[in-house]
T-cell receptor, first 116, second 115 residues
Framework: GAVVSQHPSRVICKSGTSVKIECRSL??????MFWYRQFPKKSLMLMAT?????????EQGVEKDKFLINHASLTLSTLTVTSAHPEDSSFYIC????????????FGDGTRLSIL | AQKITQTQPGMFVQEKEAVTLDCTYD???????LFWYKQPSSGEMIFLIY??????QNATEGRYSLNFQKARKSANLVISASQLGDSAMYFC????????????FGAGTRLFVKA
């Protein structure tokens, strides 16, 4: 079945540093990738939708300069949390969808980001 | 390896009737949590209900209940008195309770509620 790999699974870093999270579709071409942020036992908040080769579409309230999204190829999208602060600590999940119509979303395993 | 399976890609239900969305899982971890999310066309993933592996009773949240059968490794979502607004994509997910924060999702079931 379709697999989405998200890396790293966990990262701990100091406040002020930038952190990059990768999302790869391993066996299909993902024209669209989604980035979510999750709070404990709560909903996954959609942060942005990225389409290969074009700028990401950010949801209202999500800082574009804070959360940089790059979808440079059909198999890779990256989320960079710039100048991370403790309030950015969260669980981030990506998902990917193939170009074919009505294809399901496939989710990565998530990244636990902890900012000290 | 952990795995979540949703075998129903699409389901139809008549308004005001109950519907069951299937979810089976596979894990060797003794501690885990099971989630159901609703995804409307907006793309947001709305948390519906949670069941811990050690919970003795089935979880309920309003019109949502989770039919947790641990021995069969199933965690079906039951929506009672379906409403038109329930039409959406539904995802079952499992989070490992120990050794990390890995969450895996099923492929989803699209529910269509008919008037």
């Amino acid at each position: 079945g379709a697999v989405v790999s998200q890396h790293p699974s966990r990262v701990i870093c100091k406040s002020g540093t930038s952190v990059k999270i990768e999302c790869r579709s391993l066996d299909f071409q993902a024209t669209t990738m989604f980035w979510y942020r999750q709070f404990p036992k709560k909903s996954l908040m959609l942060m942005a939708t990225s389409n290969e080769g074009s700028k990401a579409t950010y949801e209202q309230g999500v800082e574009k300069d804070k959360f940089l999204i790059n979808h440079a190829s059909l198999t890779l999208s990256t989320l960079t949390v710039t100048s991370a602060h403790p309030e950015d600590s969260s669980f981030y999940i990506c998902s990917a969808r193939a170009r074919e119509r009505n294809q399901p979303q496939h989710f990565g395993d998530g990244t636990r980001l902890s900012i000290l | 390896a952990q795995k979540i399976t949703q075998t129903q890609p699409g389901m139809f239900v008549q308004e005001k009737e109950a519907v069951t969305l299937d979810c089976t899982y596979d894990t060797s971890d003794p501690s885990y949590g099971l989630f159901w999310y609703k995804q409307p066309s907006s793309g947001e993933m709305i948390f519906l209900i949670y069941q811990g592996s050690y919970d003795q009773q089935n979880a309920t949240e309003g019109r949502y209940s989770l039919n947790f059968q641990k021995a069969r490794k199933s965690a079906n979502l039951v929506i009672s008195a379906s409403q038109l607004g329930d039409s959406a994509m539904y995802f079952c997910a499992m989070r490992r309770g120990t050794g990390g924060f890995k969450t895996i999702f099923g492929a989803g079931t699209r529910l269509f509620v008919k008037a």
